[in-house]
């Protein structure tokens, strides 16, 4: 079996703050996601990285950046934080062989 | 663009009841999507409960059985007799499977399951 691991666990930032989360796979998956999760909606499609180097937008790629520094690993820039913004961010990696994603824990985010 | 629509909670039901969770699913992009059924329990991650990539095909799992229906467009979770261990969170999902190029999944809102002993 294999893990994905996210840090920070907590992130909390001040408005404006660029700010980094961070996400490693040892499934040696290809393809790498992050969503967001806002309290009573569904996971949301900021980025995805199909392999090593290539990124892909998602629905809501608006105010991040992505980053696929090598096959394990796969992060997430806020550009800006949102006052009084919540959400938590979750990590997936793809077995392409049986059609599913792996979540890590997730970061939780609190903007001040 | 595609959508997933489920039961709005929270759901509260009494251990060994049934249960069911309703999804209805709206897939403009994708003629054949792949279902699946997604739980989060109490301080873990996410994980994947089942899926179904036929239509008219059942899946199952932890004793939850869901059945891909194309022509309600649903995909509803259900259980006979529920246990305490099932509160969690659900969510329903879609996606293009291995022939979308990149797999990207539409999830629901979640469903939050609580089972009163």
């Known amino acids: 079996g294999g893990i994905i691991t996210q840090t920070p666990k907590f992130l909390i930032g001040q408005e404006g703050q660029k700010l980094t989360l961070k996400c490693q796979q040892n499934?040696?998956?290809?393809?790498m996601y992050w969503y967001r999760q806002d309290s009573g909606k569904g996971l949301r499609l900021i980025y995805y990285s199909i392999t090593e180097n290539d990124l892909q937008k998602g629905d809501l790629s608006e105010g991040y950046d992505a980053s696929r520094e090598k096959k394990s690993s796969f992060s997430l820039t806020v550009t800006s934080a949102q006052k009084n913004e919540m959400a938590v961010f979750l990590c997936a990696s793809l077995d392409w062989g049986k059609d599913t994603q792996y979540f890590g824990p997730g970061t939780r985010l609190l903007v001040l | 663009g595609d959508s997933v629509t489920q039961t709005e909670g929270p759901v509260t039901v009494s251990e060994s009841e049934s249960l069911i969770i309703n999804c209805t699913y709206s897939?403009?992009?994708?003629?054949?999507?792949?279902l699946f059924w997604y739980v989060r329990y109490p301080g873990e991650g996410l994980q994947l409960l089942l899926k179904?990539?036929?239509?008219?095909q059942k899946g199952s799992s932890r004793g939850f059985e869901a059945t891909y229906n194309k022509e309600t467009t649903s995909f509803h979770l259900q259980k006979a007799s529920v246990q305490e261990s099932d509160s969690a969170v659900y969510y329903c999902a879609l996606g293009p499977g291995a022939t979308g190029g990149n797999n990207k999944l539409t999830f629901g809102q979640g469903t939050v399951l609580s089972v009163i002993p």
């Open positions: 499934f040696n998956h290809d393809t």
């Open positions: 179904v990539i036929t239509a008219g």
């Open positions: 897939a403009t992009s994708i003629a054949y999507p792949n």
